[in-house]
């Protein structure tokens, strides 16, 4: 095995193009090791929608990321107290969904250190009945990747706040977007029978993990490389089009309150786009808003494409006293 450094990125869209990018383009011969620890942020699996995990008030207020793995799986929070490891390996269908073959070198790695890890049937890594280390998994058909999330020191706070979605309320969602399930979880640091930072518990871990393998061997990546890599963060990671357009088509309806007038919207969008659209406002007739229909149908389901199309004054005065901007932001949960 041959550990990959990410030279100390803390950016989600880096480190997760850096998983993707040596998945795709390393020989698969030996496995490979990533670890890495992201800045706050959200990281969503392959087959969510972003408005049914995560805690847009919450998000904005803190200038928190999100942003979208290739991989299955439900929502995580990231913070400095939370270490992810990565393995890299050639497809096996043997290992593809067996997470405890990957898992099994995490637990006896914290059971060595004191805290009784153990593998539920969730596929998760708990300690003391309290979720650590939530697990997914991905395959090109050529290589796969199983990765995973350790809670040594999180914010669970911050943790909780991130992904509570009390801000959906009055809002009804109809999507095939897998949904997270919540669980109880813990921070690995309180169960350890001595105290250590986050640099010695990954020193630790890594030592225990290259056990088998010998002395600690690292597989360099070229400033070509990593130029590619920047490129794939920026391209894919850091787009709109990836972390909202990706999402599941889903029909979302709500009904609000604005200037002493009732807004109702129902709207279908697929692959971020704005397929169907029925709006409601009580003061004005339906022909009166049809044309704002019309034009909102084709566009970008987030909020700045909205405004955008709201400057046309014509459309202004079909939202009677509603403002563009409060319309915008109360069609589109998306940015």
Known sequence: MRLISN????????????EEYCLRRLDMH?????????KPSVIIGR?????????????????????????????VYHDPGNLNFSFLTRYDRNYFHNFRHFTQPIISALNRLGAPAEMNDKND??????KVSGN???????????????LFDSDLTALEQALHTTDTTGVDIRSKALASIRSRVANISDYLPVSMDMAAFRSLLLESLFTPFGRIKEHPLSEDDWKRIQNLAEEKYGSWEWTYGRSPQFEIERTGRFECVTLKVRITVEKGVIRGCDLSIDSLKKADIRSLETRLIGARFGAEAIRNILKDSDLKTALGPVSPKAFADFLAPFP
């Open 125 to 130: 890594i708990v300690v003391g009945g309290r």
């Open 47 to 75: 087959n969510q929608n972003p408005l049914q995990e995560v805690n847009r008030a919450y998000l904005r207020k803190e200038s928190l990321p999100v942003v979208r793995r290739v991989s299955g799986g439900g929502a």
């Open 30 to 38: 030996r496995p490979y090791l990533l670890l890495y620890v992201n």
């Open 7 to 18: 030279r100390g990125a803390t950016d989600p869209r880096t480190n997760l193009a850096l």
């Open 136 to 150: 997914a998994q991905y395959s090109t058909g050529k290589t796969m990747l199983s990765h995973g999330t350790l």
